[in-house]
């Protein structure tokens, strides 16, 4: 029936993937050692945000520089939403010229492109980047911290609270390998970020006097293979930490390690988690970011139907060696929606079960934006279906 709010899709479809069983992952993590020269770490998969691996992962410590990621988070969203572009002039401030620790030496009332702002912060780790673009965005850095703050909210984070956008120490400063994982994982719904991230060396400032040589301080983007971000972190207090991510064979983990004595222990121990999720595990896509799943009738809406899109990839985690039945897909789309509907909100969520069991649920957003249909348009529809039905 076409009105009904959930439906199953692609049951045959589905049916003869391999997936893990129910417990396969609690099984391997209490079999593996990993991270044992660390204080927290943890290992998840993307997509369906299945964990592969923990120790500690839930216990508040200091991120350093790892901050960065949700601040690269708030300007994707800037800019995705158009409220900035890549091209955007940031003019900076004295304030923020005058962090210090990693930085490119921004200049007072100097003006640097947003892609360089950001490159500045993905590979180089800049602060002074940092507090440039939240000063641009929010207003002012408390404002944006502020934000930082409404976004783990937003994405269930309760290990987690910022006092700054850069990760320089601060009392009460805390966040978790797992909340990192999952702002990793939001962060890498923004595709492009890895473009920079994943850049092992690059310059800015390339034709004038002042040219700045970029090195990533996350090495792995040169000796791993597949490995395109995210952001490290040190200071005395955190020690040396990570939140790395890799694609392969179609597969995206990510491995966070934190409080590690070294950059060697810390990139060792990185090298090792990826390499398990890797030889253990496989993914079969089901579908892409912003693929449509359904369309569903709107009330009273300009348009009859509206199709309704993933918000991320969906795809199934597969244990080597073992398979599942009986997969299918539901889509659950909110009554009664109100108009107008915004593209990109969330309207409801995709539901992936293994039989009865529920493996990955994921919201569903509006692909477009629906006004309210005129009184006249709503007139002609109404003495359009008469004449149908007559």
Not at 99 to 109: D, V
Not at 175 to 195: N, W
Not at 308 to 332: D, F, M, P, R
């Amino acid at each position: 029936m076409k009105g009904v709010i959930s439906g199953l899709l692609s049951i045959c479809l589905l049916a003869s993937f391999s997936i893990p069983k129910a417990d396969a992952a609690e099984k391997a993590k209490e079999k593996i050692k990993l991270a044992e020269q660390s204080h927290s770490a943890i290992l998840m998969e993307q997509d369906s945000g299945s964990v592969l691996f923990e120790k500690n992962s839930h216990e508040k410590l200091p991120p350093a520089s790892m901050t960065k990621i949700m601040t690269m988070i708030l300007i994707m969203e800037a800019i995705d939403k158009g409220k900035i572009s890549w091209n955007d002039k940031i003019r900076v401030s004295e304030y923020a010229a005058s962090m210090g620790g990693s930085q490119i030496f921004l200049e007072p009332g100097e003006e640097m492109r947003v892609e360089d702002m950001v490159k500045g912060i993905a590979i180089g780790s800049a602060n002074d980047a940092s507090v440039a673009m939240a000063e641009h965005i929010a207003g002012s850095v408390d404002s944006f911290v502020n934000r930082m703050n409404d976004k783990a909210k937003e994405l269930g984070l309760n290990d987690t609270f910022f006092k700054n956008p850069t990760g320089l120490p601060a009392a009460g400063h805390y966040t978790s390998a797992h909340d990192m994982a999952i702002m990793g994982k939001e962060l890498l719904k923004h595709e492009e970020v890895t473009k920079f991230t994943g850049l092992y060396e690059d310059y800015l400032r390339e034709e004038t006097e002042k040219k700045f040589w970029l090195v990533n301080t996350n090495r792995l983007v040169k000796f791993y293979p597949g490995v395109d971000g995210l952001k490290t972190g040190f200071t005395n207090e955190a020690k040396y930490c990570l939140t790395a991510t890799a694609n392969k064979n179609g597969m995206r983990v990510i491995a966070v390690v934190m409080g590690a004595p070294s950059p060697k222990d810390r990139n060792a121990q990185v090298t090792s988690m990826l390499d398990y999720a890797f030889t253990q595990f496989s993914t079969k896509k089901l579908y892409a970011r912003h693929e449509i799943v359904k369309e569903v009738k709107v009330q009273k809406a300009e348009k009859p139907k509206l199709p309704v899109v993933t918000s991320e990839h969906i795809s199934l985690l597969l244990k080597k060696g073992e398979t599942a039945k009986k997969v299918k897909t539901e889509v659950n789309v909110d009554k009664d929606l109100k108009l107008p509907v915004k593209k990109g909100q969330q309207i409801g969520s995709l539901k992936i079960y293994n039989g009865n069991k529920l493996i990955t649920e994921s919201p569903v957003l509006a692909s477009e934006t629906v006004k309210k249909a005129s009184w006249w348009k709503l007139f002609k529809r109404t003495a359009g279906q008469m004449s149908k039905s007559s």
